[in-house]
């Protein structure tokens, strides 16, 4: 059965090691640091989903499976999340901002070096620990910053001041077209070098303790659990989705969650306290943050990926190429004219852009307007509280997946989505840790916070699985006739119908929808947020 921790302080005081009377100038320099180095997480996420069209061709046979570097990240940030948010209530949460970042230098490194697809997924895995730092960082600016301040220091943290937003896709880009993908873990690596002695110096350390006990078992379980019902998800297409060796995966990250369920049940400090979860207020925030992730997924990975893929003729004259060079090597020499490709589907979408086009074109303007509507979202939050922004965020992303899915593919058409969309998320990612602040005790901050932050990190593993399903059960297919006689149809690597993609963007339109259903039936949050003081 779980217990309630027990909140103690290193110091006496009523609201120990809180800065209520520092400077504004100290104030937001803690909050720039802060901020600054838990961007490490989001600027890599958007710029290597972005790259991975460009990774892909550096492991031979991944193909779509490419994807897992991204549901691998996930996965290992959703289980360890909880853990690290209970170890910095426990042991510090400055100390375990730093240990976060030793963990993704090491994981960058061993991406950057690395032709082994397994290391590859292990340098990820190591990478998606820095995924805590926003739960750690949660727990500092409540800890630490004036009451005044903590609704506004939630948005900016959430949607950052700039790094990932403006430069993360340019510096991407640049990285990516005029080096490598591996440079990206190479500066991502040093940016968090030098960011960890500002961190040192600038951050003070909260006082604040609670007692307890990991459950590293529970989170264990959970990530196994999940990861084998995503396997299901996205290797359904190629295993037979009812053959009983596809059941098998499915049926066993069903019991695995099962045995989750009981587990959580018996130990003194869980991963998820079931107390919390039978709260309204959190479990309410936490099912919205759920369904709401599934979108952000599948767009950070979708719109770079199809943006970056060849137009279709030059598809077609590619694979024309590969089969004019094929007969050369066996010695049969063939003219161009003698070689016609037919696409069966062909596809709409595809721009053929570079990195640094796409990054120019929409995602900068995306990730511009999300930080932005983030501070402005946790500002309205002081006044109106947090649920009406959110609310206003689940309908504008709700519309922008139906335009998605119904709308042309064309550039324009996806950069005139993606702007309301990046305002969304940016309103979505302020409002969501406000309502957990405004939800609990101080005492459980670093456990709510770290199972918002397993809900956000499951939900995008979740939809991106969902999308590679869709995409595998709808491939390009091209039919080669060499003088006339045409070859039997084969995939094109990398290449998808609309259809699949179309399905994808219905699919967490339908799960946005769920979120916006469940946040209007939410009680809380329609107070102005206080930071906390409530309780």
Not at 31 to 57: D, G, M, N, R
Not at 385 to 413: D, E, Q
Not at 461 to 486: I, M, S
Request: aromatic letters at 10%; charged letters at 10%; a positive charge.
């Amino acid at each position: 059965m779980s217990t309630t921790p027990t909140l103690h302080a290193e110091a006496s005081g009523n609201d120990p090691g809180r800065l209520e009377d520092a400077s504004r100038i100290r104030v937001f320099a803690i909050l720039t640091v802060i901020v600054l180095f838990t961007e490490v997480a989001p600027v890599q996420y958007t710029i290597v989903a972005a790259a991975l069209q460009k990774i892909s061709p550096s492991f031979p046979g991944v193909g779509a499976n490419i994807t897992w570097s991204m549901i691998v990240y996930g996965l290992v940030g959703a289980a360890a999340s909880p853990l690290i948010g209970k170890m910095s209530d426990i042991w510090g949460k400055k100390r375990m901002f730093l240990a976060c970042g030793l963990f993704f230098i090491v994981g960058c490194g061993v991406c950057a070096l690395t032709s082994s697809w397994t290391l590859f997924l292990l340098g990820r895995a190591l990478q998606a620990i820095a995924v805590a730092t926003a739960v750690i960082a949660y727990g500092l600016i409540r800890d630490l910053l004036p009451r005044r301040y903590v609704p506004l220091g939630m948005g900016v943290t959430a949607t950052g001041l700039g790094f990932s937003a403006l430069l993360g896709p340019v510096l991407g880009g640049w990285l990516v077209d005029d080096y490598s993908w591996r440079a990206i873990f190479w500066v991502l690596l040093g940016y968090t070098v030098v960011m960890m002695p500002l961190v040192w110096f600038v951050v003070p350390e909260s006082k604040l303790r609670t007692s307890g006990r990991l459950d590293i078992a529970g989170a264990l379980l959970l990530a196994a659990g999940i990861g084998l019902v995503l396997l299901y998800i996205d290797k359904g297409q190629d295993w037979g989705w009812a053959r009983p060796r596809a059941w098998a995966w499915l049926l066993a990250g069903l019991v695995l969650i099962a045995v989750f369920g009981v587990v959580e049940r018996r130990v003194s400090h869980p991963v998820m306290d079931v107390r919390l979860l039978v709260n309204p207020k959190v479990s309410l925030t936490l099912f919205v943050a759920l369904f709401a992730a599934f979108i952000i997924g599948v767009q950070s990975y979708a719109i770079p990926y199809m943006t970056q893929s060849p137009e279709s003729h030059t598809a077609a004259q590619m694979v024309a190429g590969g089969a004019i060079q094929k007969a050369q090597a066996a010695g049969v020499k063939l003219p161009p004219q003698a070689v016609d490709v037919a696409l069966k589907p062909g596809y709409s979408y595809g721009e053929g852009w570079s990195l640094t086009g796409y990054a120019t074109h929409i995602a900068i303007w995306l990730a511009l307007l999300s930080m932005v509507t983030g501070a402005l979202a946790g500002a309205w939050a002081r006044k109106v509280g947090p649920r009406r922004p959110m609310l206003l965020a689940l309908t504008v992303m709700a519309a922008t997946g139906v335009g998605f899915a119904v709308c042309p593919f064309g550039w324009v058409t996806l950069l005139l989505l993606a702007l309301p969309f990046g305002a969304a998320i940016g309103g979505y990612y302020a409002s969501a840790p406000n309502l957990i602040v405004e939800a609990v005790p101080q005492e459980q901050q670093g456990v709510s916070a770290g199972m918002l932050a397993v809900m956000q990190t499951i939900g995008v593993a979740v939809g991106v699985a969902a999308a590679t399903a869709f995409n595998h059960a709808h491939p390009v297919r091209a039919v080669v006739a060499v003088a006339g006689r045409p070859n039997p149809a084969v995939d094109i690597p990398g290449l998808y119908s609309d259809r699949g993609y179309e399905l994808g963007f219905w699919f967490v339109a339908g799960t946005t929808v769920v979120a916006l259903i469940a946040a209007l039936v939410m009680r809380h949050g329609r107070a102005p947020a206080t930071g906390g003081t409530a309780h």
